[in-house]
Each structure stands twice: as structure tokens, then as C-alpha cells.
């Protein structure tokens, strides 16, 4: 069974901070993504990754980088958390397709 | 871009009814199409898809539907119980062979199963 694991549930961080989500899987899949779930407006792609070292910007990429230094996992930053960044991140990974899910990041910015 | 839209945003049957979810995508080069549930508090998880080569496929229950021509595709859950209840969200995106899947959801149908 696939097994995507973010680090944390929940997270508080203030307005600035810069704020790192973790995200592992263990299936060896090539593909790795980011996205934002918030009310009424879904599941929206922030980055994705084919590859080790490799990304690709989403559908709203702003105030967010990536980082793919090893295979299984993918790390979402914020450079300079502000509270508009509140909301539930997930990560998902893949072979080609569909998409595996972790549990999501319910993130608040104070 | 790709642009999908879904409707209803709620729906409540009453438990043995049946319930459509329908969606609609922009991009006509699109050619896979998943649906995942999402219970409360939990992650997505893909209960069907559909490839743009088929034009329907049936698991138990759940049926979807995919019309390319007019460019949208449906979720058909027949004989409804209680632990159907969640948010679907739909997806399209163009597949291609050995590379990723570039998603793009629906904003969710939040379904209610009432006893």
C-alpha cells in the first residue's frame, strides 16, 4: 500500500516566518506534488516534481518554493509566511498515475 | 489552462437513492479523468477514473460517464448509504506516458446521505 507521510497534522507559525512542510513517500515513485485545499475552491497545484532536483511551478506558486534533494521526499517552503498562506497543504506522489495522498498540513499564520 | 468546473456544490439524497455529480473541462486535449472522496478529516483517496478511450466504467456502485465531445464527465453512485457521505472532487489533466499528470480539480460536491 502506498504510504505519503507530511510531518505534521497541524502547524502555527507568525506572519514572516519562514515555514518548511515534509513530505515522504515510500513507493519510489518519480512524481511528487504540492497543493492547497480551501473551502469552495478544491485542490489547487502549487509545485510539482518529476525528478530528484527537478520542479516545476503549479497553478499558484507564488510565496512558495520546493525542494527535491532526495527521491522520496519533497519540501514545501514558505519564505516569509503571511496569513493569507493559511490553509490545509497536501502532498501527493506518483508513479504516472493516479495520485496518492498524505494526511495534509492544517497550517495557521498568526 | 485547464478549467474544471463542478456542480452541485452539496447534494443530499436519502439512503438506496441514487446521485450524479457532473463536471466540465475546457482543455480538449485532456484525457484522464479520476474522482476521489475525501471524508472529514481525511485525504483524498481515488475511488475511479476514466480514460478519454472509454466512454463509461462501472465499479459495484459507482459508475462514471465521459462524454468528449461535449467535454464533461459524470460520477454515478447507485444505491447510497451512510458512509457515502463526503466531499468528491473530480480532475482532469492531459496524461501522457512516463511523465506526470499535471491535476486540475473541481471545487467539490459536498454529499450528505440521509437516513
Known amino acids: 500500500d502506498v504510504k505519503v507521510t507530511q510531518s505534521s497534522r497541524y502547524l502555527v507559525k507568525r506572519t514572516g516566518e519562514k515555514v518548511f512542510l515534509e513530505c515522504v513517500q515510500d513507493?519510489?515513485?518519480?512524481?511528487m506534488f504540492w497543493y492547497r485545499q480551501d473551502p469552495g475552491l478544491g485542490l489547487r497545484l502549487i509545485y510539482f516534481s518529476y525528478d530528484v532536483k527537478m520542479k516545476e511551478k503549479g497553478d499558484i506558486p507564488e510565496g512558495y518554493s520546493v525542494s527535491r534533494e532526495k527521491k522520496e521526499r519533497f519540501s514545501l517552503i514558505l519564505e516569509s509566511a503571511s496569513t493569507n498562506q493559511t490553509s490545509m497543504y497536501l502532498c501527493?506522489?506518483?508513479?504516472?498515475?493516479?495520485?496518492?495522498f498524505g494526511d495534509g498540513t492544517r497550517l495557521s499564520i498568526l | 489552462g485547464e478549467n474544471v468546473e463542478q456542480h452541485p456544490s452539496t447534494l443530499s439524497v436519502q439512503e438506496g437513492d441514487s446521485a450524479v455529480i457532473k463536471c466540465t473541462y475546457s482543455d480538449s486535449a485532456s484525457n484522464y479523468f479520476p474522482w476521489y472522496k475525501q471524508e472529514l478529516g481525511k485525504r483524498p483517496q481515488l475511488i475511479i477514473d476514466i480514460r478519454s478511450n472509454v466512454g463509461e466504467k462501472k465499479d459495484q456502485r459507482i459508475a462514471v460517464t465521459l462524454n468528449k465531445t461535449a467535454k464533461h464527465f459524470s460520477l454515478h453512485i447507485t444505491e447510497t448509504q451512510p458512509e457515502d457521505s463526503a466531499v468528491y472532487f473530480c480532475a482532469a489533466s492531459i496524461g501522457n506516458t512516463g511523465t506526470a499528470s499535471k491535476l486540475t480539480f473541481g471545487t467539490g460536491t459536498r454529499l450528505q446521505v440521509t437516513l
Open positions: 513507493m519510489d515513485h518519480e512524481n
Open positions: 501527493a506522489s506518483s508513479k504516472i498515475e493516479p495520485q496518492h
